[in-house]
């Protein structure tokens, strides 16, 4: 096997860039078909999309916002798939992250944010990783597949919360389920107000501190699996338990540390969302990002070079979707759904689906033939 090609003999660049553009293509071609189906332009409403989610610095701001909490989602399914584990527990991880951020936040009084910060991702990345090492732990101890937990350790999130926010952390005299707003000295800065800071002007957007938040993450994440020794056991107990276990690598040992960092990860979508946007404890916050996430994770190959692209895509449909509902009324909310879903079922289940041609391409022909 020659520098810079797998073991089924593509470019890094085949498997890395090429087949997630051409499965995205595809997708598109498909949205389109949908689209001229219901009598509408597909290339208008595609264009609305791509300016709707870049077009504006407003846009770009929502668009850059929904990518950061993908990010977080993603690099925590990406840690666990490393160690051969398929975490689908974002959400519940993300939804206790988020608890541990609000508790913070609500603890800390009038504390300055760049103080608050530091506990605060402390507390998303705690209960994250709680959340996320108990399963862990039934894997390695009891059998317990970590697919089966962590679908069920989602509901119970979903439970926990809505019993916490309605008899506990509710603010008194009110109905809606939410706790008391925090301190506006614990905000995070907007980005709009950072960039007007140096001269530059831009439209109001939820997008915070949180995004270099996510992008530090994606260099510690590709540092820890790739340049020290913890992440090459975490590589090799998913490569091969018994040959990890003949090295003297404990599995176990492994698999609780790889899904506590992985629910770490999806914990700190709270420091977006609850810290940095909502300034108060929900319901409901993760909105759907630790599911999206997974096909963020198979979309940028588990690596966090691929998946910040796959991210702002992500972010694209989902701030072009909305752009596209406004100027299109006779393409729903559910049909952007759709054509979101199509992008996750090409990006996802059917990643592989060209590779067969892709290697066919690029295996050189035998001499003679």
């Known amino acids: 096997m020659s520098a810079g090609t797998g073991p089924d003999n593509l470019p890094w660049w085949a498997t890395g860039v090429l087949l997630p553009v051409i ?56 840690v666990a798939f490393h160690g051969g584990l398929f975490n689908i527990g974002g959400e519940g991880q993300a939804y206790l992250g988020g608890l541990g951020v609000g508790l913070v936040c609500l603890a800390v009084g009038d504390m300055p944010w760049y103080l608050v910060l530091p506990l605060s991702v402390l507390g998303g990345a705690a ?141 700190l979508l709270g420091v977006n969302e609850i810290h940095g946007v909502q300034h108060r404890l929900l319901l409901n916050f993760p909105a759907g990002m630790g599911f999206t996430g997974i096909a963020v994770a198979l979309m940028g190959r588990n690596h966090p070079a691929g998946i910040v692209p796959a991210a702002i895509l992500f972010g694209m449909l989902y701030q072009g979707g909305t752009e596209l509902i406004f100027d299109y009324p006779s393409i729903s909310r559910e049909l952007v759904v759709v054509i979101q879903g199509v992008v996750i079922l090409f990006a996802g289940a059917l990643e592989h689906m060209f590779r067969p041609a892709l290697v066919r391409l690029f295996t050189p022909k035998p001499a003679g033939v």
């Not at 001229?36 to 597909?42: F, S, V, W």
């Not at 950072?194 to 957007?205: D, E, H, L, T, V």
């Open 23 to 78: 499965n995205v293509v595809l997708a598109l071609i498909v949205s389109a078909i949908v689209i001229l189906a219901i009598g509408e332009d597909p290339l208008g409403a595609m264009w609305t999309m791509v300016q709707g989610a870049l077009g504006t610095s407003e846009g770009l701001g929502y668009t850059l916002y929904y990518a950061t909490s993908l990010i977080f989602t993603a690099l925590a399914v990406a």
């Open 127 to 267: 209960f994250g990783a709680l959340w996320g090492a108990i399963p862990g732990y039934l894997q390695a101890y009891r059998g317990s597949h970590v697919v089966i937990t962590t679908i069920m350790f989602n509901f119970i999130a979903s439970s926990l919360m809505v019993y916490l926010m309605v008899n506990v952390l509710i603010r008194p005299g009110q109905m809606s389920p939410e706790s008391a707003q925090f301190d506006k000295a614990t905000f995070l800065p907007l980005v709009q107000d950072m960039a007007a800071a140096i001269g530059i002007q831009m439209n109001p957007s939820p997008l915070n501190f949180s995004l270099f938040l996510a992008l530090a993450a994606c260099v510690l994440v590709w540092a820890f699996i790739w340049h020290t020794r913890w992440g090459f056991a975490l590589r090799t107990v998913g490569a091969n338990e018994n040959a990890a276990r003949y090295a003297g690598i404990d599995p176990k040992k492994v698999i609780i540390i790889a899904m506590a960092l992985s629910g770490a990860l999806a914990g």
